[in-house]
């Protein structure tokens, strides 16, 4: 059984009814058959590589249903923990690295897919979907960052002192902007008032390294040579928090790439003297999600990768 793409109005297709013919494609696309062993397949190492995705407590609060060639994401609340994640934005935009690793398998692999970001108000965690619609060739961006899927990591350590380079940040700028959401890049004395601001601000829980990290000893103190960067949009839903999500880990594979470590801080985002703090730094006009530290390892990742959770939970 093969499955039936759905029409392209702008061919008229001369071969069988789920082969595009090859003289009917855009130039330089190469179109085969869809199998469905093929597209749950590729459905399942999308899911698969998502479980690389960064997130909040490294809780992976995500879970994916594939029903024919399509792959649903879910948010899983239990995941979320209220404490450090008041309204579920960290947890969301967790989603979003997750969805937007999972989209970059897919385009590796050379599937062309449809996006749904619409929130089903009868089933609001239903985060997203994608669905796939045929074979192309594999795009050689998709290719770049999918290298660094699995060699991506939070770098925790403090940063060499030497500045990232501007070629670097624009990419890193790019990468996210090119995903709906903005970036500003904190000036020096918006970075010191920032320490400023959280060295009087309400205690920090400690504990794990998530909860400690905050503002603190990893964070702006040991931020010499770091640049920071703070992730915002002019909307604060949570279809806002996916997106952010997705360019997080869009602006994060980049950054894997090109050399630079990253290492989120979400405490200044949810303690609300530095949010407020960060809120007038880009203008009042804006929703802070989360700042990041970018800077040079002082030394490379050690240790094994943490184990991913089984990533796909249902299959219809
Ligand atoms: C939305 C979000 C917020 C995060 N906030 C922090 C943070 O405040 N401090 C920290 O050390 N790591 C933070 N992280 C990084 C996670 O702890 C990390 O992704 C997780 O432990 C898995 O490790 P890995 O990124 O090395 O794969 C955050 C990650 C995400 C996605």
Not at 13 to 39: D, E, L
Not at 112 to 126: E, I, K, S, V, Y
Not at 198 to 205: C, I, W
Request: with cysteine.
């Amino acid at each position: 059984m093969q499955f039936k793409p759905r029409p392209d109005r702008r061919h008229d297709s001369t071969g069988p009814a789920n082969v595009k013919s090859a003289a009917a494609a855009p130039a330089g696309a190469t179109i085969h058959p869809i199998g469905v062993q093929a597209v749950v397949h590729a459905l399942r190492a999308a899911a698969e590589m998502a479980g690389f995705a960064p997130s909040i407590l490294d809780s992976q609060p995500w879970r994916w249903r594939l029903t024919g060639n399509t792959l649903a994401l879910y948010l899983d609340r239990a995941c979320i923990d209220h404490d450090v994640d008041v309204d579920g934005r960290l947890a969301i935009i967790s989603c979003g690295a997750a969805l937007h690793h999972a989209r970059i398998a897919l385009a590796a692999a050379g599937w062309r897919l449809t996006m749904n970001r619409r929130p089903d108000p009868a089933d609001p965690d239903r985060l997203a979907s994608l669905r796939l619609e045929e074979r192309s060739l594999a795009e050689p961006a998709g290719a770049a960052l999918m290298s660094s899927i699995p060699l991506r990591r939070t770098d925790r350590t403090p940063v060499t002192g030497v500045p990232i380079a501007a070629a670097q940040l624009k990419a890193v700028t790019s990468a996210v902007r090119a995903e709906e959401t903005s970036l500003h890049v904190l000036y020096p004395d918006e970075v010191l008032e920032l320490a400023r601001v959280a060295s009087g601000g309400l205690p920090v829980p400690s504990g794990s390294g998530d909860r400690s990290i905050g503002v603190g000893p990893a964070g702006l103190a040991d931020g010499r040579g770091a640049t920071f960067a703070l992730l915002y949009g002019h909307t604060d839903e949570p279809e806002d928090w996916l997106r952010a999500g997705e360019a997080l880990s869009a602006g994060w594979l980049t950054a894997t790439a090109a050399g630079v470590s990253v290492l989120p801080l979400s405490a200044a985002v949810e303690v609300l003297a530095t949010r407020q703090a960060v809120q007038i730094m880009i203008g009042c006009v804006g929703y802070p999600y989360l700042l990041l530290r970018l800077g040079h390892a002082t030394m490379p990742p050690s240790g094994p990768r943490r184990a991913r959770a089984a990533q796909v939970i249902d299959r219809r």
